[in-house]
């Protein structure tokens, strides 16, 4: 069972910057990928971004292309995903989850989930 914690959420201008982490417990995240999540009041949750740990690979959503940066820290065994140019459509309680294997931008295809963090982005 892999146990995740996220941190770094906050409250924050528009154009503004913050880096989220979701450190990794209990298994090595070897096979597996990881990704980021975010849910708006009223909205479905979506994708934002995904790396696999062994090979980096990554992906991101078209809507967070070039802003969003998602990346990994092997011997912490950390995923963090640096947020920058925040926009007020940014807001939203932010997930990491991890599955093993590749890469899958559907939410439901992933296994073990964190407990979220707010990010609040004011215009």
């Known amino acids: 069972q892999v146990q995740l914690v996220e941190s770094g959420g906050g409250l924050v201008q528009a154009g503004g910057s913050l880096r989220l982490s979701c450190a990794a417990s209990?298994?090595?995240?070897?096979?597996?990928?990881v990704g980021w999540f975010r849910q708006a009041p009223g909205k479905e949750r979506e994708t934002v971004a995904a790396?696999?740990?062994?090979?980096?690979?990554?992906y991101y959503a078209d809507s967070v292309k070039g802003r969003f940066t998602i990346s990994k820290d092997n011997f912490r065994n950390t995923v963090y995903l640096q947020m920058n140019s925040l926009k007020p459509e940014d807001t939203a309680v932010y997930y990491c989850?991890?599955?093993?294997?590749?890469?899958?931008?559907?939410?439901?295809?992933?296994?073990?989930w964190g407990q979220g963090t707010q990010v609040t982005v004011s215009s």
């Open positions: 209990g298994r090595s995240l070897s096979n597996y990928a």
């Open positions: 790396i696999r740990w062994s090979a980096g690979s990554t």
């Open positions: 989850a991890t599955r093993r294997g590749s890469i899958v931008v559907v939410a439901a295809e992933y296994d073990y």
